[in-house]
């Protein structure tokens, strides 16, 4: 079996060269980049990655392959995944570019899978906070219907890239070394020690980017075009580690422990971790880097405002490096080739 993934440098890209080293430890990688360069995973004494510059993908003879990972940027990814898909490769893409496409799945591996036949050439990966969204509302839709979902979420600022994370890091270790106690020595137009409004690609209906993705590939995913849906969307301070709150109406009355029992199952709630109760202990943005291959999911409560019953306050975490991109993507490819993990298999 011949891998090729693109992006091999950056964050997602590298989760991923781990992810497949599991999966299928026997095959061949290629690995591309911005550039020709090597790759050293796992500090000193770790391992030397080969990776070149994608634009060799596009001379004559390239080297064909059997499933290519894509974490490009949108851009990159228009290039490259014709080009992908022209040398044989089947493509899991990463970035936002097909996952409108009608023509195109788009795929949260435990919730719509089965789109992924063996005629199927290219899948979209979803966005890192609707992958475990649509893995905890899956199984709620299956039992008792989901009429409408309120998200406010608290994203880490990994999902932006490698080099907005280093330049995050660089400024907290800075800012935090002075003693100050109102956060007057960080930047209020920067994300360290900071919570900040996920603005980029506002449109005219006065949305972002983000907002609008979670709204649209929720609906998507689950099938549900009519779902009433809305969200707000932020960064916080954290590096790794999505969490995002939810106020969920039912379509039919369910007790707490009724939902709970849907979403403690795992052959219902597929690659869904639950916590029991309703204080939320131990669900934390940090505890999905200790975690990173499920939804976190729980703080389950009765919205009292609602008289039906049907509404309820619920916490969804996720690893966006992991659950959110890299491990929903080779998931996604077990369904072409089986993985040897069996947590990698769907
Ligand atoms: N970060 C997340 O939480 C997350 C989650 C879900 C989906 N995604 C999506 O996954 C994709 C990658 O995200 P990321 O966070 O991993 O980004 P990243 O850390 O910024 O890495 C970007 C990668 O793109 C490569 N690249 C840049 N310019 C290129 C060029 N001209 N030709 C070929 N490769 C080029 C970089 O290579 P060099 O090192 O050589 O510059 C690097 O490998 C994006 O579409 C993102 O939206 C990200």
Redesign the pocket.
Known sequence: MRIGI????????RETIDLVARAWPTAALAL????D?TLTIGGVGGKDHEVLA?ARLEEAGAPRGDVAFV????E??KRYVPRLLELGYRVID???TYRADPNVPLVAAGVNHDLVTDVVRLVS?P??TTIPLTLALGPLQNHFGVESVTAATYQAI??A???VLDQFLADSRRAYSEPDRLGVRFDAKAYAGNTFPHNGGTDASGFSSEERKLTFESKKILRLPGLAISAQCSRVPVAVGHYEHLWLTLGKKASLDEISAVLADGSQAPFVRWFAGNTGDGLTALSCVHDRDRALVGRLRADDRDPSGRTVCLTVIGD??RL??ATNAVRVASRWYRSEDPDLNV
């Open positions: 693109l992006g091999a440098t950056g964050l997602v890209g591309y980049a911005s550039r360069q994608a974490a490009l940027d949108d990159h990814s990463k970035s936002n990966n966005n890192c990994s999902g890239g490698v080099a966006n490096l959110g991109a």
